[in-house]
């Protein structure tokens, strides 16, 4: 009998175990609060993280040669290839802000992934389709020798239409599909909130291993001209991707929407203003908040009161007029919000310094898919006889994010967390982002040397040669192989800090600011680009960036590059040390000062 007691005890106890709910307030596809057994953590992770590869290597094999395109199919300039290449990237990166707000305020994350991805595959079918009907005529053209003839303005039109369909699918599901991926792992529990740190790294990484694809096997087709088979395995990459995350389904763990967060933004600002003269309590208690637990209107988790900003405290006082109607009816949300309102504003004020000041990173970012590969297509691109394709090269920078991950995660990080004697992470974000910033300035000083070098090789006299440097395009190795390095300390550490500093109604907002830096990165080099044109051909003179790469000054403008990067390092520091953290109700902020104002030690 004690024997029939003791099984019982043991079956009751794995029984209870195995319906464990998450600590997190995730839900299942039916609503019904996640059981910890049967959702999420790595099963639906990995799931997530191969749909990520495959979207990755869909969107490169445009993306990556796309300037390429540009000149040879459609017959641009240099300069203007380069112009039209950052303004679609940035574009695809505007495109995250649709994509976060719908996700955090009506649709939630996995039905906007789904949107987005299912636009992304017909816009991918669609370039597929123009370049075979349209552009690529007469037959054979689109490589290095054989330039396209001319389209008509319909032609041109449709293949526009075609690459920004691209680029909203991609756009509106990037930052959506990382925060995602996040929502699998319940931070709130000890084992998990581990994983879910590490899926960060794992995601940037698979994000990488996805584009190696394209940039060496894609990249190689395209170069030769053959650009209807590159987008066609785009276009079917992108719909094995879709099919796998559809199939996912039974196990994902979803936050609910919180609701338009632009009206609470506006709530809290337009209460402030309301009690522009009322003076503030010495007690941050005497500021209003709701009971319970429940905190509707930021999704989840309560946040605590933080100093800053304190014309915007007054929207939390609670004046005799409220007190008066408070009998009468509930608490107008126009007229009073709450602590955690309040100071969800003050999170995302806060956080827009950082932001900015990675905006120039990106800038020197987006070299990769323009000016990097134009410098490489003006070297020797033959080894053993055997042509390698300019944007193949990007390659090493894949390459350097993957060693630079195992180095940072498993030799850095626990290095300098032994070096502070904590048992918590070595680095933050903000440190980390602060070294992805040096690095850069080194990429582009490398960069600059390299083309110094370049020029010296080449044959200015030559009217018709645009590739006769006699300099090896694996002279490019350094900057990518920095370039990629600097991603590791500066995305990776993009990414976990907006998630880990965004509340809760507004996770796939913070993902989506790292999108938009890239965006914003992208336009400020559009227009960079058009600038030093416009002041380096005066008189006569070819430019920086002219047509003919033998004929410019490409290493000034790298070198310009590096100093603005600078600048934005020491403005960096000053915001990051400005910088507070969000404090969450219940959540204890570690010994290592997770989010502190410390960048660089």
Not at 194 to 199: C, D, L, R
Not at 234 to 243: N, P, Q
Not at 375 to 387: E, P, R, S, V
């Amino acid at each position: 009998m004690a024997c029939l007691n003791i099984f019982q005890e043991d079956s009751a106890r794995a029984r209870n175990e195995q319906e464990e709910c998450t600590f997190d307030s995730t839900v299942d596809r039916h609503g019904r609060p996640a059981v910890r057994a049967r959702t999420g953590t790595w099963v639906t992770g990995i799931l997530i993280l191969v749909n990520q590869g495959l979207a990755t290597l869909a969107f490169f094999g445009v993306g990556v040669n796309l300037v390429l395109f540009l000149t040879r199919v459609l017959g641009q300039d240099n300069a203007d290839a380069a112009n039209n290449v950052s303004k679609w990237t940035g574009t695809v990166y505007i495109f995250s802000l649709l994509g976060a707000f719908l996700s955090d305020s009506y649709w939630g994350r996995y039905k906007t992934c789904a949107i987005f991805q299912v636009i992304f595959v017909i816009g991918l079918v669609l370039l597929s389709l123009s370049s075979y009907i349209f552009l690529l005529k007469p037959k054979g053209c689109g490589d290095k020798d054989f330039p396209c003839g001319s389209h008509s303005t319909f032609e041109i039109a449709f293949f526009y239409l075609s690459i920004y369909l691209v680029a909203l699918g991609n756009g509106g599901y990037q930052p959506n599909i990382a925060t995602f991926g996040a929502d699998q792992f319940d931070e709130d529990s000890p084992k998990e909130s581990h994983s879910k740190v590490a899926f960060f790294s794992y995601f940037y990484l698979a994000l990488n291993l996805g584009s190696l694809f394209s940039n060496t096997i894609l990249g190689y087709f395209e170069d030769e001209g053959k650009w209807v088979l590159g987008f066609w395995a785009s276009a079917g990459s992108a719909t094995l991707a879709l099919i796998l995350f559809l199939c996912g389904i039974p196990r994902y763990r979803h936050f609910k929407p919180s609701g338009n967060p632009l009206s609470r933004f506006c709530r809290v600002f337009f209460a402030a203003t309301r009690k522009w003269k009322v003076e503030i309590p010495t007690e941050e208690e005497e500021l209003y908040e709701v009971d319970g637990d429940d905190c509707p209107e930021n999704g989840r988790r309560k946040l605590l009161h933080t100093e800053g900003f304190k014309f915007l405290d007054k929207a939390a006082v609670v004046t005799e007029n409220d007190r008066e109607k408070e009998d009468k009816e509930s608490h107008s949300s126009w007229r009073i919000c709450t602590v955690t309102q309040v100071e969800e504003v003050k999170c995302i004020l806060r956080l827009l310094p950082i932001w900015l000041c990675t905006i120039l990173y990106s800038v020197v970012f987006t070299q990769m898919a323009s000016l990097f590969v134009e410098q490489g297509a003006a070297m020797n691109t033959t080894l053993f006889g055997f042509h390698i394709p300019p944007a193949s090269m990007s390659s090493f920078d894949i390459v350097s994010v993957a060693a630079f991950i195992f180095i940072y995660r498993r030799v850095l990080d626990p290095f300098v967390a032994r070096l502070r004697g904590t048992k918590a992470r070595g680095l933050t974000e903000l440190q980390r982002m602060g070294i992805g910033l040096i690095i850069a300035i080194m990429a582009m000083v490398a960069a600059g040397i390299v083309e110094c070098f370049r020029l010296k090789y080449a044959q200015k006299d030559c009217p018709h040669c645009k590739s006769s440097s006699s300099m090896s395009i694996f002279w490019q190795i350094p900057q990518y192989v920095l370039i990629g390095a600097s991603e590791v300390f500066m995305y990776v550490g993009q990414l976990e800090f907006f998630n880990d500093q965004a509340p809760d109604g507004l996770k796939s907002f913070g993902s989506a600011l790292c999108m938009t830096s890239i965006s914003l990165g992208n336009y400020v080099s559009s227009l960079l680009v058009t600038i030093v044109m416009k002041f380096s051909t005066r008189d006569r003179m070819p430019g920086w960036i002219p047509s003919n790469l033998n004929k410019g000054h490409l290493d000034r403008f790298y070198f310009l590059l590096a100093a603005l990067t600078m600048a934005d390092f020491g403005v960096y520091i000053i915001c990051a040390k400005w910088y507070k953290s969000i404090k969450f109700e219940g959540k204890y902020e570690d010994a290592n000062g997770k989010g502190s104002d410390e960048v660089i030690v």
